[in-house]
């Protein structure tokens, strides 16, 4: 298994309260997501990072923000949490996706942790 | 507007049988395609996946194939053990500055029964 721990693992907060979500990793990956699931929705990619302080939106990105200071943590914010944000929030690592030759893709798996629960009151 | 579709919410097998699950996608730019399992409340975790260069990966009793003309793929399992109960969800992936950008169908819940 990758070591991917998230904490915490359940929160439940108020409306208009800031949220933070940690994800740790210890395989010294150099990619990781913040994703979250609903029913209907499977998981959406909310933020991801390219390395240390490097990020970019994914297609949920509204209402969050992302840190990266060192490799092995990715830190998801919410800055005035809302009920629509109550999900299951869970975290990726993987390591770099490169164009093969004849641009073709050498991939790597994507590795999700545990998840956390998060219940916005 | 979802990219990848999952259209069948739920699959019932019987043990020893063939589970296939279907996923149909929409953006001819994806160009790889990841199957993951998920128990409840655990991640999902990787299963199988193919490049849009093959029409078919084996791994075991996990196959998938994709048709790029149809816009579509499937994961046959075979033959089906009580162990694969869970939600499969299948993925499709753009690289973007090397990250690995993956877009999620709705899952398919599949029980086998005994």
């Known amino acids: 298994d990758a070591g991917i721990t998230q904490s915490p693992r359940h929160k439940v907060t108020e409306t208009g309260t800031p949220v933070t979500l940690r994800c740790h990793q210890t395989?010294?990956?150099?990619?990781m997501y913040w994703y979250r699931q609903d029913p209907g929705h499977g998981l959406r990619l909310i933020h991801y990072?390219?390395?240390?302080?490097?990020?970019d939106k994914g297609e949920v990105s509204d209402g969050y923000s992302v840190s990266r200071s060192k490799t092995e943590d990715f830190l998801l914010t919410l800055e005035s949490a809302t009920s629509s944000q109550t999900s299951v929030y869970f975290c990726?690592?993987?390591?770099?996706?490169?164009?093969?030759?004849?641009?073709?893709?050498?991939?790597?798996?994507?590795?999700f942790g545990p998840g956390t629960r998060l219940l916005v009151l | 507007d979802q990219q990848v579709k999952q259209n069948s919410p739920s699959l019932s097998v019987q043990e020893g049988r063939i589970s296939i699950l279907n996923c149909d996608y929409t953006?001819?730019?994806?160009?790889?395609f990841l199957w993951y399992k998920k128990y409840p409340a655990e991640g999902p975790t990787f299963l199988i996946s193919?490049?849009?260069?093959?029409d078919k990966n084996e791994d075991g009793r996990f196959t998938v194939f994709l048709n790029k003309s149809a816009k579509h793929l499937s994961l046959h399992i075979v033959p089906s053990q009580p162990g694969d109960s869970a939600v499969y969800f299948c993925?499709?992936?753009?690289?973007?500055?090397?990250?690995?950008?993956?877009?999620f169908g709705q899952g398919t819940r599949l029980t086998i029964n005994p």
């Open positions: 990726a690592i993987s390591d770099r996706a490169t164009p093969g030759t004849s641009g073709r893709a050498s991939q790597e798996t994507q590795y």
């Open positions: 395989e010294n990956h150099r990619y």
């Open positions: 990072s390219y390395g240390v302080k490097d990020t």
């Open positions: 953006n001819s730019m994806f160009d790889y």
């Open positions: 193919i490049s849009s260069i093959k």
């Open positions: 993925a499709a992936s753009q690289i973007s500055q090397g990250a690995q950008k993956l877009v």
